[in-house]
Structures are given as structure tokens and as C-alpha cells.
DNA sequence: TTGATATTGAGAATCAATCGCAGATGAGAT
DNA sequence: ATCTCATCTGCGATTGATTCTCAATATCAA
């Protein structure tokens, strides 16, 4: 499989915009941790490694690695956005805990599966999907009663 | 089935809060029409009737509305937040259009299966989930063609 | 009616995200 | 190596959605 940064490379060469030390250095960062992360976070994890690189470009760049399938945006009911990398990992949908607000990931080849049939059923000619289950994980359940 | 308005005013009786005019107006324009809409939207809804309430309030209430399961967030690209009122209604998740950016809504009894197995299978106590198929349209499919 | 409490509206404040622009940088041509 | 020119970056200002503050108002219970 091609790295990450072969794709990127690509990616950028294609809309003939170049791949900078700043574009390199952010998405060795963003490829680093497989965590989900936010600008904020981001920036800090490279000014931790003396890299001093704008707000302005983070966003620009990770909307690049958006565009280029490599990173997704992931929806958090806390103002902002957040990004995980996605390249190399299968799909994965989010489990997410309405008590401690943690996200466990999870495969399911029943719900791939339900994306193609619903696309056929509806005529629509689908790229991807985004589940979110909410609930109470046993912590949460437990501290409840 | 009770109606929305029984089923908000005893919400905020629960929390003892007052079923005011202003809020009743806002829940009756929420539920007056079925589509997805924005703040921005109900507040021209209200005007054009007449209703006169500060962008504040709408705010405020829909966050009530949210909280009292009446309506749900949805998530658009567009950089602010979506609704769309869920009660009286089945469950349904969203087909996405990434050309045209139109929404159809579906219902899907193997995915509401699916969300209590993987629940099960990550010991979660579930409460809902948020599905979004992504993909292109028939017409969007034709106009790249 | 009175007092206690909740609610509203107006505008200020907040905060993520984007924009505009001047100077810096990079890749190819000479 | 230098020139050229389009692309990039960083800074600071701006935008725009949402939340907050607080004084004035409305409601409920006694």
C-alpha cells in the first residue's frame, strides 16, 4: 500500500499545488496518533516538536487532507470540529457514551452492507457513510444507579 | 399519542419551567412544516406570522426541544447547525447527495437492528443513533456523465 | 397584591473558522 | 546560479454562529 505521504503527494500534484514542509509536517502529525484530535490539539502537538506552524495553514491543510479521503471530520456536540486519519484503517463508525462522552470504535460488515442496499434501493450511488450509536457505557450505567 | 404540545409542556413542567407564549410559538412554527431547517429560517418564519421573538429565545428553545427529544439536531457541511422535528415520526436516517446536496430520508429496520447487536456486543446501553449515507443521485449521477 | 422566580430581548461577548494581503518560497526555464 | 512567477505562509482582521449578561417583564403561588 502506498504511504500516506505518496497519496498526499499525489493528491496535491494533481491539483498542482506543492507539498511544503508545512503541509509534511502536519500530516506526519495528524498520521503520528490514531486518536481523534482537534486544530487546537494539533497545534500544540507540533509546537511540542519546535514546529511553529500558522492556525491559517493547519485549517487549510487539514480541508486539503479532508478533500484527499485521507482524514475525516468527525462531529462532536461540543462547538468545534474534530479530525481522526482514516487512511489505511478500514471504515469504522463511532460508539459514543452520552455520560462520559468517550467514543469506542467499531466495524460492522452488516452495516456496510446496509449502505449498498439502501444506495441501490433509492438510486443512489454511494461513496461512505457516518453511524454514530449513542448510549451509556457500563461505567456510566453503573455510576447512574 | 399525545400531542407535541403535551408532550413539551410536561418536559418543562418536569423541570419547572413555564410553557410560555414565545415557546409555544416556536414549537408550533418547529412543527408546522416537515423539512430541515435553520435558526435563521424559523426566525423569517415566525416574522412572516407575526411573531416577533428574539433570536435568544429561539435559540434557547430549541435547545429545550432538543433536550426534550422533540426535535434533532442534523448535521450539514454548511458550517452551522440543522433541525428537523422527529416526533410522531419513525426513526429515519439520511441519504446525502454530495452533488446536489439533497436529503432523502429512509428507514431501515436491519439498521436499527444493527445499533442494538453492536450495543450488545460493547456492553452499551444504546439510545439512538445518527446514520448519513453519502453518495451521488440519480440526476447529479447523469449531469457528470 | 406581593414576593419569589423564571423568562425575555437587546446587544455585547465569545470563539471557531475564514479571508486578504504582503512578503517568502519553490520549481522550472534560461 | 539566477530569474520568473505562481503558490504558500503567517499575521491580523473579519465573519458568523452561538452564548452570555443583565435589566425589565411576566407568571405563579399564597
Chains 1, 2 share one sequence.
Not at 496518533?33 to 485549517?59: P, T
Request: aromatic content about 10%; hydrophobic content about 35%.
Amino acid at each position: 500500500m502506498r504511504s500516506e505521504v505518496d497519496v498526499f503527494r499525489e493528491f496535491l500534484a494533481h491539483k498542482e499545488m506543492r507539498f511544503t514542509p508545512e503541509r509534511e509536517a502536519i500530516l506526519a502529525e495528524v498520521f503520528a496518533e490514531h486518536d481523534h484530535f482537534d486544530v487546537e490539539e494539533l497545534i500544540m502537538r507540533l509546537r511540542q516538536k519546535g514546529q511553529r506552524i500558522s492556525r491559517a495553514s493547519v485549517y487549510r491543510t487539514l480541508a486539503l487532507l479532508v478533500a484527499s479521503g485521507l482524514v475525516q471530520e468527525v462531529f462532536y456536540e461540543d462547538g468545534h470540529m474534530h479530525y481522526e486519519h482514516i487512511y489505511g484503517h478500514d471504515h469504522h463508525c463511532h460508539l459514543r457514551c452520552l455520560g462520559c462522552r468517550s467514543i469506542v470504535e467499531f466495524r460492522d460488515p452488516a452495516v456496510e452492507e446496509a449502505e449498498k442496499r439502501i444506495g441501490r434501493g433509492h438510486d443512489f450511488a454511494t461513496t461512505g457513510h457516518r453511524l454514530d450509536i449513542y448510549g451509556y457505557c457500563r461505567q456510566c450505567r453503573e455510576k447512574k444507579e
